[in-house]
């Protein structure tokens, strides 16, 4: 039986239709009777977003009366999805919001699903972003985010003929009603030219940057809500274009192709996430991308720091700048470059304020991801910045002689600068040494950094280095996602835990309740009878909401080990075959996109899809198993897996994972976990206790002493007759009529190295799975640890990361 709404409310309801309507009529020119779900969705957008402005402005301005420090929080990713729901869920407006539709004659789930997810992020780093940006709002801490406003994204991912083929990701950003546009605020961004050596007043040297070309920076600002607090911060957006007058150099000599040629190379700057950086043309555009961001950034920077001080002593006292991961570590150089050239700063002084100022977050292990470019491209892109970058160096070199002197050795392995085989920047060392924290991303991680990634760094200066375990916003990840569950923890809870997710640990008492117990069988079984039918819309793939979900959903990589999961799957199949029934139908759910270029990772989407076809369609199966490879993963896809997940497939090989974000996800909403002791793994089990966690397969001291040992995949092929009947699959024709196609994959475990440990691990990996399903068949059982999980998830929320950043990192305090 439905609420009768109060006289309030209902004029509550009857303001926001009529608000819905007047947005139509006179923002978008359209009645009620031509207009489709997306001009609905657009006229709801603004409505919604007109309602943040009010708090837009009392929040800046109660923040600039505090004069406290703010938070700039720069990363080339903000994986926002989708922000009708998230909005109207922080700002309370949800409920008044699908009274006002239903008035109209209108499905509020069918407006929703009008809006595009904003594509401007690719994975675990740019959700990370988001979830933090959604903290600090809901935490009240004066803060920005600052990206770029790709207009296509990384890209749409379609799945043809099993392959992987790339699409233009065009989500209409130029006109989303969510991005507020600023060309008053318009920023010159000075790019090329050259360095003339010139005398000052004084006789002393001060070079000249001279001759550069100009691209405009135009900020967009996208309003993020804090949960039920009336604070509203802003995530600014910038883009690119030439300037109006072309290069008027260019123009009056008559060459206007070449006029026109330039502006569209300068707004390509912000056409796309991680243009290939295969050619040189792309690398020289993804730095050109990564230079724009931290130079608009910084003119914002700048300009609020005057309207508290005009003292730059006093700099790190209003200012903190955190880099996510090395893109933005051109921060560190652009700050020093302004205040040594434009504002006169002293080196020494430029150079201590710089490092109280900015702060590093390091996301990888793999000394092969940490980012380096060509010097030769810093000298014809950024020549200024190359020649701050090597007094840093030159500095820091000095540095490292007096603390270990005649240690040559030391001085070529920790320059900033690597001389062979080309002459490269070590964007990770200038981040390190250009900050006065650098946190890893979990506890494993945090360690890894400094006993593997950058021990020599670590010994030099200890103090610097510290750890934030990454966390997930519930407001996105519960109450959005599962708005079942959500209701749930109301009920047993109260609605304190949307902000202080550590009273998830009362679910605990709850666990021998066979009637809360039941109500979480149904909401997942709810869940999983949702996903089924995206699948079957998507895949046109029936799949038994009664069989275990088992899911794997993250970017696709050799090191994250879909690889190992499919194998397992071989192994499954190849005993159905043979007579070996599994106790219990089970779906294996993969998503997930490869980068482009890389050929291994689009072979293994292959492999899967493969896989998928033969399994799927093979009588002797009947339904025990099924693969599903869901296309063109985003935020709004995983809205819809991860609440449906009975099973979380974390597989990393140990001491490659960073932390991880989506086990934290998959594991609030009830899924158990079958991982590798790697990231935030060793977390996560420790919290939901190791009873309700599926360890596997070798640590990551084993994985160092086995490479040290010059370990044989080779030998691990030969020795176990099971394995090797799974992976000569790979070129019997089993799952293609070309045998040579998966011959790369079938290579790199057998003959070269296997250099993540899919072969090692496999035996581990294989009875945990069938522990994992043996378990899932005690109905009750399984759903008891599926709430221990839950209630032991409290602490990764990204409320307290970000809180741990603020009194650790940036010294800055809620104003709330």
């Not at 926002?80 to 998230?86: C, F, K, P």
């Not at 206007?256 to 707004?267: D, G, T």
């Not at 998507?538 to 990589?557: T, Y």
């Not at 270029?597 to 076809?613: D, E, T």
Request: aromatic residues 10%; charged residues 20%.
């Amino acid at each position: 039986m439905k609420n009768i709404p109060s006289t309030q409310e209902k004029n509550k309801i009857n303001e926001l239709r009529n608000c819905i309507l007047y947005e139509l009529k006179y923002s978008l020119g359209m009645t009620l009777s031509n207009a489709s779900s997306s001009d609905i969705f657009s006229a709801l957008a603004l409505v919604v977003r007109r309602n943040q402005m009010d708090d837009y402005f009392s929040t800046q301005e109660r923040h600039y009366q505090a004069r406290k420090k703010r938070i700039y929080y720069i990363s080339m990713e903000f994986l926002i999805g989708q922000s009708l729901r998230n909005n109207l869920i922080n700002q309370g407006m949800m409920e008044i919001t699908k009274a006002a539709l239903e008035s109209l004659g209108l499905d509020f789930e069918i407006i929703a699903k009008s809006e595009e997810d904003a594509a401007l992020g690719n994975g675990g780093l740019g959700r990370l972003a988001a979830c933090f940006i959604d903290s600090m709002a809901t935490l009240d801490i004066a803060g920005s985010g600052h990206g770029i406003k790709y207009e296509y994204g990384l890209f749409h991912q379609q799945i043809q003929d099993g392959k992987q083929i790339e699409k233009p990701d065009d989500w209409h950003a130029s006109h989303s009603p969510w991005l507020i546009e600023h060309q008053s605020q318009a920023m010159i961004i000075p790019l090329y030219g050259r360095i003339v050596k010139v005398q000052d007043q004084q006789g002393d040297y001060n070079p000249m940057w001279m001759d550069w070309k100009i691209i405009i920076g135009i900020p967009h600002d996208y309003l993020v809500s804090g949960y039920n607090n009336n604070t509203v911060n802003s995530l600014r957006l910038y883009s690119a274009c030439a300037s109006d007058s072309f290069d008027i150099h260019i123009f009056n000599h008559g060459d206007y192709l070449n006029a026109v040629n330039q502006k569209i190379a300068s707004e390509n700057i912000s056409k796309v996430l991680y243009p290939s950086d295969e050619v040189l043309a792309g690398k020289e555009l993804r730095l050109t991308q990564e230079y724009f961001l931290v130079a608009c950034t910084l003119r914002d920077v700048m300009h609020d720091f005057f309207l508290h001080s005009t003292d730059l002593n006093q700099l790190p006292e209003f200012v903190a700048i955190q880099l996510n991961d090395t893109h933005p570590a051109l921060a560190i150089v652009e700050l020093m470059r302004i205040l040594v050239d434009e504002y006169a700063v002293d080196w020494d002084i430029a150079w201590d304020l710089t490092q109280r100022v900015c702060a590093y977050t390091n996301h990888t292990l793999m000394p092969e991801a940490l980012e380096k470019w060509s010097v030769t491209l810093f000298e014809l892109l950024l020549p200024r910045h190359l020649q701050i970058i090597y007094e840093i160096n030159k500095r820091f070199l000095l540095e490292v002689e007096r603390w270990q002197p005649g240690r040559i050795d030391l001085l070529a392995s920790m320059s900033l600068i690597e001389e062979i085989p080309e002459k490269k920047v070590r964007m990770a060392y200038l981040a390190i040494v250009g900050s006065h924290k650098v946190n890893g991303v979990a506890k494993l991680h945090s360690e890894l950094i400094k006993s593997n990634l950058v021990p020599d760094f670590y010994h030099l200066m200890p103090e610097k280095f510290t750890n934030q375990t990454n966390g997930v916003t519930p407001r996105r990840w519960i109450q959005q996602a599962n708005p079942r569950l959500s209701s749930f923890l109301d009920r047993h809870l109260g609605n304190k835990w949307v902000t202080n997710l550590n009273l998830l640990t009362k679910l605990k008492a709850l666990t021998d309740d066979r009637n809360i117990i039941d109500e979480l069988v149904e909401i997942k079984k709810y869940n999983k009878i949702k996903l089924s039918h995206i699948v079957s819309q998507q895949q046109g793939i029936v799949i038994n909401p009664d069989a275990m979900f088992d899911c794997q959903i993250k970017r696709i990589h050799e090191y994250k080990r879909q690889l190992l999961n499919i194998l397992y799957v071989i192994r499954v199949y190849q005993k159905i075959i043979d007579g070996a029934a599994p106790i219990l139908p089970k779906v294996h759910i993969f998503s997930g996109k490869a980068a482009p270029g890389y050929a291994m990772a689009k072979l293994i989407i292959q492999l899967i899809n493969q896989v998928a076809l033969k399994v799927n369609n093979d009588p002797k199966v009947n339904g025990q198993l099924k693969v599903v490879f869901l296309e063109d993963y985003k935020v709004s896809l995983a809205e819809h897996v991860i609440p449906a997940a009975d099973l979380s497939e974390q597989i990393s090989t140990a001491g490659t994972e960073a932390s991880g974000t989506s086990n934290m996800k998959l594991a609030m909403n009830g899924a158990l976990t079958i991982g590798t002791l790697d990231g935030a793994n060793i977390e996560i089990r420790d919290a939901v206790g190791h009873e309700n966690f599926y360890s596997f397969g070798l640590s990551a001291h084993q994985i160092a002493e086995q490479r040290a040992a010059g370990r044989s995949s080779y030998d691990e092929y030969l020795s176990h007759a099971e394995l090797k009947a799974t992976i000569d699959s790979l070129i019997s024709g089993t799952f293609h009529s070309d045998k040579n196609l998966f011959s790369p994959i079938f290579h790199m475990l057998v003959s070269h190295g296997d250099h993540y440990f899919h072969l090692a691990d496999f035996d581990s990996y294989y009875h945990a799975q069938s522990q994992a399903l043996a378990d899932y068949s005690d109905t009750y059982s399984w759903h008891q640890r599926a709430l221990r999980t839950i209630s032991g998830m409290g602490e990764f929320s990204s409320d307290r990361t970000i809180r741990g950043y603020s009194a650790d990192i940036w010294g800055i305090d809620s104003l709330k």
